[in-house]
């Protein structure tokens, strides 16, 4: 995705009130800017997003990105897919892509939604990979998912209140085909006090090396307190395990940033 330039300056200056963080205008206009500087691997988890969804997509079928934001795992699934389909069919015919791909993305916030448009416009000027990607503005709770072989949710599932994660998921589950996969990114908590520490600071040497202020890492956590709920990574496996996902396994981690892929 083209880089966008505006930077993240939103809690540089002491704020009188801290008001609990969400996905509004201004959060969407620093969006990459803010998720690349914050969040450790974020760059090659939506790369290694389109490897593994070429690999697990089934023709005819969906695919998924819940919590889309500005759209970068859709591109990234969209521009895999069609490699793959391109690479494949150059043997045989010349063409095309697989022209059943629907990629539908997810989020509630039209403030991010409108922005998505515009850059992926940007990025695929003649539109010929992100012509498969369907935008919907919902809560991905009351979104039904149907014929599904790739369902990604890349830091999305820990803005879900905790009590409705096991029963969108199992919705999930059971809007996917046999084989197809759910990438799970999270940021991940930790029950041993010495461990959660450890990995909370190391994450905050890491925003402190992309230029964020004491200031900054601090008012930030403070609006994320009652709106990011991590899980520990047992937590994650033992609900995918429960809902009938045959395999689970960590892929990803970098501090407590961490990704699953989750075999139906
Ligand atoms: C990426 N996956 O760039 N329904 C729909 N969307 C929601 C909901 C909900 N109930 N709750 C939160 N969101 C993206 C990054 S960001 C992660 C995902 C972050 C949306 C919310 O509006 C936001 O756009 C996204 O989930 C989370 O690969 O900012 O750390």
Not at 20 to 39: C, L, T
Not at 48 to 69: H, R, V
Not at 143 to 166: C, G, H, K, P, Y
Request: proline share 2%; aromatic share 8%; hydrophobic share 40%.
């Amino acid at each position: 995705m083209k880089a966008v330039k505006d930077k993240d300056t939103l809690y540089s200056r002491p704020l009188e009130k801290l008001v609990d963080f969400n996905f509004d205008e201004k959060v969407a206009n620093v969006f990459p800017d803010m998720i690349n500087r914050s969040v450790p691997g974020y760059a090659s988890i939506v790369a290694m997003t389109g490897i593994l969804s070429a690999e697990f997509y089934q023709a005819g079928s969906n695919c998924y990105d819940l919590g889309c934001s500005l759209g970068a795992s859709s591109l990234s699934m969209a521009r895999s897919i069609n490699a793959r389909f391109e690479n494949a069919q150059l043997v045989e015919t010349p063409s095309v892509k697989d022209s059943s791909l629907r990629i539908i993305a997810v989020d509630n916030s039209q403030a991010m939604l409108q922005k998505a448009q515009i850059l992926l416009k940007q990025s695929d000027p003649d539109g010929s990979d992100i012509s498969c990607i369907d935008f919907i503005c919902d809560d991905i709770n009351f979104v039904d998912i149907n014929n599904a072989s790739v369902v990604v949710m890349n830091f999305t599932l820990q803005f879900i209140a905790l009590e409705q994660r096991s029963s969108l998921l199992a919705k999930i589950y059971q809007g996917m085909r046999t084989g197809g996969i759910l990438i799970l990114s999270e940021k991940l908590n930790y029950t041993d006090t010495e461990q959660q520490k450890l990995l909370i600071d190391m994450h905050h040497f890491f925003k402190k090396a992309n230029g964020y202020s004491k200031l900054e890492i601090s008012q930030k956590r403070q609006t994320l307190e009652n709106v990011l709920l991590p899980e520990t990574l047992e937590q994650h496996k033992i609900r995918l395990q429960q809902i009938g996902f045959k395999q689970t396994e960590q892929w990803f981690q970098c501090f407590n940033f961490s990704s699953l892929i989750a075999i139906k």
